[in-house]
């Protein structure tokens, strides 16, 4: 008889053996996973790029003899799950079928050593606008060439911008690699993935649909890893917890109602930002004056128009491509060296003129409309169920982290056939403004979630202002989509498996200065929100073994990673000097100062008292006696070392952490408790906030106890709480710190509001 799962669902919560309600602490690990260790090919090395058969992840994310470091290191800071990052490309980037056993033997080797640090890991194939080779991560090479795709002519006619070929890596701009997805290599690819049957029938590859051909191939790929971890005998269950479908998956072209426009759902533009038939103009060598883009304080706006001039050049392969390398035998009725988009008559080579421009706005055969809620209802639930299948072939009782489509609506499985009771709703959320700007504007915010899903008359109706406002802001938004997610999905657990803020913030202000303020209170309100949001758990984006100061997460410029090789480690709290003498709760510049008194003061800001209103204090970056260092920065993390519930005997109803005040407070419905009276709930209690000696608890009832929990001879710090059933509280008080002196608000952000104040601003 197999014992109980170690990690099991119950509705939408997950419960441990003990019938724990279990909150998923975690991050993803890591960004080295989406590009080779041999050779060493980040994004902004433009040697043996195009040679991307031979090369290998072995010792991605990091080697085994560093694997303790880490995952000890993610221990300690009170992390319990990792998104464990992966790419097809790592599989079977040698050829269709060909795949990578000492790849496959080196990963299992790594979850052996975070088996031993009692991680919850799930599975997450990852791709970012389809492949290395078209600007992002995931698929093998193989795969644009079976698309009839040449990768060496994606810079000329910017078919992809692509930080590798680009004539100065180090100017890339910044986030503009998330503008691929409207260009047109993931636009092909994602719409042959999808919906080749109906869009390309003429792409037929040994003698299947290229639909099939790829998605069978990346299905087979990652079912032959889940054989694998399962032969392995000691990783499902113990370490492995589940699989996540494909990461952030795009429409491509389908539901796209003409190609001749930009769609005006499509929010994000930067740089050229060429129409659906732009794209196959010049993917095709034509020349096409397209309109430019930059992103500002309340999102996109037309900076002028540019010529894009290929002078001939194609992403196509040429009609002499030798198709034997891979094996494969193309369909004779396919022809290389020709737009296979002009192929099935959406435009004519011969004049280049459009004749089709609503070709992906309906099914070819039935005339079906279609739009994004169709493409999530049926091309995407289509593969995940084949995915879904696919893995519980190999591993029945395994979970599924179903990941729709990112900001939209997701599919309608509740009360269906694919109402699964071991399923999990995976969701990603990023503070756009934050994250495209790479600012944190404590001044002003927009719901972008309300705009998106039409909650307001006008988008300059969801300007949030104020600090507490933006807060307040995020968490209703994840809070939004969790209720959206329990309507659509059915009553499963929710995840947000990638959240996350750029450190290189304000032209990398904090490296120079080791002034982290910002970075603090970005931080502490994505958390806040998370806190807020009622989902069962999160996992952080990102963890980088190899960030830096000057490459960030060595990828198309981001740099989210919590740590860096370049940024010291935040200390115990133990060896901190303490500050003493409380200030009044009326000084602004007090840890004591009453967020309450400021929310309610930002809910009244307006045209007369806004220069006053940016006088309101924040979460601020810790000012460290100089015994430790001057002007030390410790990378935000102060905002991401806090506590959490991490099994709680009953049901969670809420709980925060109040990083200003050091306080924890947390409600519970313990009418639902283990049966086993002596079970507590346990509380990650980070020894840097809360030092067991000057650590404050009150508890609505029972006893409680702060000792260290012993994992693989590390100590990390609990609390735990033995309770009466019923409705419970509890509050911790740790340690306040000075709060530095990081008031300053930029012009541009002043000006901005000022305008919107006025009624002349528009938003994202």
């Known amino acids: 008889m197999m014992s109980p799962l170690r990690l099991q669902i119950d509705g939408r919560i997950f419960k441990d053996a003990q019938n724990r309600e279990i909150t998923l602490r975690g991050i993803n690990v890591a960004g080295e996973a989406k590009y080779p260790k041999t050779p060493d090919i980040p994004s902004f090395v433009p040697d043996n790029f195009f040679d991307a058969d031979n090369v290998s992840f072995v010792g991605r994310p990091f080697s085994l003899d560093d694997a303790h470091t880490h995952f000890a290191r993610l221990r300690k800071w009170g992390y319990n799950t990792i998104r464990y990052i992966f790419t097809w490309e790592a599989i079977e980037h040698a050829g269709p079928g060909k795949y990578d056993d000492e790849w496959i033997s080196f990963t299992i080797e790594v979850l052996r050593i975070a088996k031993q640090y009692q991680f919850y890991i799930f599975m997450d194939p990852h791709q970012d606008v389809w492949s290395r080779l078209s600007g992002g991560s995931g698929a093998p090479a193989w795969t644009l060439y079976a698309a009839g795709l040449d990768p060496r002519g994606f810079k000329r006619t910017e078919a992809a911008l692509v930080q590798n070929t680009y004539d100065v890596p180090a100017e890339f701009p910044k986030m503009i690699w998330s503008t691929n997805y409207t260009r047109l290599v993931s636009q092909t690819m994602f719409t042959l993935f999808w919906g080749g049957r109906d869009f390309a029938p003429k792409a037929i590859i040994d003698d299947m649909n290229i639909q099939d051909y790829l998605q069978s191939h990346f299905i087979a790929a990652c079912k032959y890893l889940a054989q694998k971890i399962h032969d392995a005998g000691d990783i499902e269950n113990e370490v492995v917890i589940g699989w996540e479908s494909m990461n952030e998956p795009h429409r491509g072209l389908i539901g796209y109602q003409d190609i001749s426009v930009v769609p005006p759902e499509q929010q994000l533009q930067l740089g050229t930002s060429p129409t659906a038939f732009q794209a196959m103009l010049t993917g095709s060598g034509r020349a096409c004056e397209i309109t430019t883009w930059a992103f500002g304080g309340f999102g996109p706006h037309q900076t002028g128009r540019e010529l894009v001039d290929p002078e001939g050049e194609t992403a196509w392969l040429s009609a002499t491509y030798d198709d034997s390398k891979y094996g494969w035998v193309r369909d004779p009725g396919w022809k290389l060296g020709e737009c296979l988009w002009a192929q099935h008559g959406v435009w004519d080579p011969s004049s280049d003129q459009l004749l089709r421009k609503d070709y992906f706005a309906k099914k070819p055969q039935t005339g079906e409309p279609l739009n994004y809620d169709k493409f999530t209802n049926s091309y995407f639930l289509d593969h995940y169920r084949a995915f879904r299948d696919a893995i519980r072939s190999v591993w029945p009782d395994s979970i599924l982290l179903c990941q729709p489509p990112v900001m939209e609506i997701p599919p309608k499985m509740k009360e269906t056939i694919d109402d699964d009771p071991n399923m999990v709703h995976a969701v990603h959320y990023y503070d756009g403004l934050t994250l495209l700007t790479k600012h944190w504007n404590r001044l002003y915010n927009v719901d972008v979630i309300g705009v998106l899903r039409g909650k307001y008359l006008t988008p300059a109706f969801a300007l949030k202002i104020g600090e507490s406002a933006i807060r307040n802001c995020l968490r209703d938004q994840l809070k939004f989509l969790r209720e959206e997610s329990l309507a659509y999905m059915g009553e499963h657990p929710m995840i947000f498996t990638e959240i996350g803020i750029p450190y290189d913030m304000d032209d990398k202000h904090a490296y120079k200065t080791g002034d982290y303020s910002s970075q603090v209170r970005a931080m502490d309100a994505n958390h806040y929100a998370l806190e807020g949001s009622t989902a069962n758990g999160f996992t952080l984006w990102l963890y980088t073994s190899q960030n830096n100061h000057d490459w960030g997460d060595n990828w198309n410029g981001e740099d989210l990673s919590i740590f860096s090789q370049d940024d010291p480690e935040l200390p115990s709290g133990k060896i901190l000097a303490l500050e003493g003498g409380a200030r009044s709760q009326s000084d602004p510049h007090s840890p004591a100062y009453s967020e309450s008194q400021s929310t309610t003061d930002e809910q009244h800001v307006g045209p007369e008292n806004l220069k006053n209103a940016l006088r309101a204090p924040s979460i601020t970056s810790v000012d ?63 020894e840097f906030h809360f030092p067991e000696t000057q650590s404050v608890v009150s508890v609505s009832s029972g006893e409680w106890s702060i000792d260290s929990a012993e994992i693989n001879s590390l100590k990390i710090q609990r609390l735990r709480w033995w309770h009466l059933k019923g409705d419970q509280e509890i509050k911790v008080q740790g340690v306040k710190r000075k709060p530095g002196d990081a008031t300053d608000v930029s012009a541009d952000d002043l000006t901005y509001l000022e305008q919107c104040q006025s009624g002349g601003c528009s938003v994202m």
């Open 624 to 686: 460290y006696s100089q015994s430790i260092q001057e002007n030390v920065g410790f990378r935000a993390a102060e905002a991401y070392i806090r506590p959490s519930p991490i099994f709680t005997n009953g049901v969670i109803r809420d709980y925060v952490f109040d990083l200003r005040n050091c306080t924890f407070t947390m409600s519970i419905d313990g009418t639902r408790q283990s049966p086993e009276q002596d079970t507590p709930t346990e509380i990650y209690l980070p």
